[in-house]
């Protein structure tokens, strides 16, 4: 490990990771970047020249080196980022968001559908009659006089762009930094009289492969295919997740096998092996080697347009499109150079792979696979060769679930205690449903697919389902709303790496590492708890058309609201849950009257009392619309912030903000700002 981590491509990885992170959070004038980068370039080579090219032992040069590749790495993600770009349609002279907007879209993506929409990631190719870019999520409503749109087509819209909103509650999934990671920053709502769609439909490579996708489905349906059956092959061979079905999704997530239904490293690895086998007779003809291994690299990239050209599917294609490329070149490849070049150069391509979280599991997932894999597997051999091969494949699975463990569940915040058995089950038979698949897919679409053949493959797909749904429903293993920091999430990583560390050499100091990592463990758990126990606010949620406020003193949580039950409250599970709080069933009625430290809380219902001569409230909640004189209100009690929840009418909201704005009293509104927050 030590030497891998002086492996060249690693440390330049390392600060090309560094610059990527340190450009997303400051700007940088391209301009200016562009000065820099030429600079370092000219002082590299005038280093490379005056050292006769002796630069193996040059301290300088290497400084230097590294010092471009964080501006690199800074210039990557500043170049990317399309809002710097004069033709992004914000940038277009005379974008008003809140106008109503004619703008030319092009649908790149479908995505899953809501109740009352169907949603579309798209192109802004044409604002106000100039040419723009910009991608922008498309919600149009469900009318059954509307199509569903295709990859490829075009729309004319007249609208309002609307803003992502950002997470108005405490602890919330910020959808808003998840798309602004995409580059995506607004969205758009029609209905079937605010667009029209072209008859020209542009050329694209995506468009190409969602119309072969939709051939395959439409073949697959007439061969008898239906519902989850047709859903998990759409996923598992095409990359399309947005048919399956929640509880489909759930099932597999809680039965940690939810990789499989991915397009990945393993399903890419598992094709590699297949065409290698396949094409090994071009071996023996003159340049066969380079032909089989052009065709291999052809065809797994096609596989990947195929599949939609997913993160997770490009990752995968370029880290064995290099191992291809060394198996021609008669290279034992060194897996680990494979992973870090395959991850500078789709870096460099995309640095917004850097945040997403199925590029992040990915590589942790295969980096302790190659590292931790063979250390587990050396502490037991059994002489029986089945056994072996088990142990072998749950040594893959266990050192796999180590390598994404602590991060799977800062994100996730459940861990499938039943993982290792479903995939000792599925992944060895996942070669034959992948082989057997494709040759179901190819079959169906030139309707040459025998029934009995395609009554096979979905017998199989049902079986897999079930056995899956059945590991899901063993609730006692499938360990839910686990707490974890991001600083408790590094140091049980620290005490995974030097825990295996000191099992590849068992030395008296590299337990003592491992020893402190555990120490620093208890003292990251020590502070979160006390701030756990010192912490107090009171604080009114942005819960839609209901009131729910919190008061909380250390790891005492009363919860105050309409609602009788919590599971409905996604705002207070939310919050229990980030701040590590234990999950309560209490719901208590709403008082009109709250004490936190120096400050009175008066809450006004519909009813509209507030004349109350003992009570001197320092902060007004106005909930359920009230009906009441705001002027007078504000007169009698002229309290330091009037607030106003989620559960009030919009048209009452604006006019009490123009009263406080008269009256020169703070206004906070929670349908704006968020939860309103009282601290100590």
Known sequence: MIKFLKFIPVQLVLFLVIGILVGSNFYFQPGLLVKILSSLIILLFAIYIYTNRQIKSNSVFTIIAFILIFFIGISTITFKNQLYNKQHYTNISGFKPANNTIATIAIKKVLK?????????????????????????????????????????????????????????????????YLKNKQIYHQLYVNNTQFLKQTITAFSIKGLAAKFRDKVIISLKNNGFKDNELAVVNALLLGQRQTISKDLIESYSDAGAIHILAVSGLHIGIILLILTFLLKPLHYLKYGKLISSIIIVCLLWMYAIIAGLSPSVVRAVTMFTAIAI?????????????????????????????????????????????????????????????????????????????????????????????????????????????????????????????????????????????????????????????????????????????????????????????????????????????????????????????????????????????????????????????????????????????????ETVLLIDSLGMYNFKSVKPSIILLQNSPKINLDRLLKIHQPKMLVVDASNYRSYVNRWEETCIKNKTPFYNTMQKGAFILKE
């Open 113 to 177: 559908p809501t109740l009352k929409y169907n949603k579309y990631e798209a192109e802004v190719v044409q604002l106000l009659n100039t040419k723009s870019i910009g991608s922008i999520l498309v919600n149009i409503e469900k009318d059954s006089s509307v199509a569903i749109l295709n990859v490829g087509d075009n729309i004319v819209v007249s609208t309002s762009f609307y803003e992502i909103n950002k997470p108005l509650n405490p602890y919330v999934f910020n959808y808003k930094k």
């Open 326 to 598: 060394g198996m021609y070149l008669n290279k034992a490849s060194n897996i680990y150079n494979t992973l870090v070049i395959s991850m500078f150069f789709l870096l460099l391509f995309n640095p917004y792979y850097l945040f997403d979280v199925g590029f992040q599991l990915s590589y942790l997932a295969v980096f302790a696979i190659v590292w931790i894999q063979p250390k587990i597997v050396s502490l037991w051999s059994p002489k029986n060769k089945f056994v072996f091969k088990m142990w072998q494949l749950f040594a893959v699975s266990l050192a796999a679930q180590l390598g994404v463990l602590p991060l799977s569940i800062f994100y996730f915040h459940q861990f499938p205690g039943l993982f290792f058995l479903s995939n000792l089950v599925i992944i060895p038979f996942l070669g034959f449903i992948l082989i057997t698949g494709i040759v179901v897919i190819l079959l169906s679409v030139f309707e040459l697919l025998p029934q009995v053949l395609a009554d096979i493959f979905i017998h199989i797909i049902r079986l897999m389902n079930a056995f899956v749904k059945w590991i899901a429903s063993q609730d006692f293993f499938i360990i839910k709303d686990i707490a974890l920091s991001m600083v408790l999430m590094c140091a049980l990583y620290v005490v995974v790496f030097l825990t295996f560390k000191w099992i590849e050499k068992k030395m008296f100091s590299r337990l003592i590492l491992v020893l402190l990592a555990f120490i620093s463990v208890q003292i990251v758990l020590i502070f979160e708890k006390n701030k756990l126990q010192t912490t107090n606010e009171f604080i009114v949620f942005n819960e839609n058309r209901t009131t729910v406020l919190a008061s909380r003193f250390g790891t005492d949580l009363n919860i105050y609201s309409s609602t009788d039950s919590i599971e409905n409250l996604y705002s207070i599970n939310a919050y229990v849950l980030g701040s590590g709080l234990k999950k309560t069933s209490e719901v208590k009625s709403i008082k009109n009257l709250y004490r936190f430290k120096n």
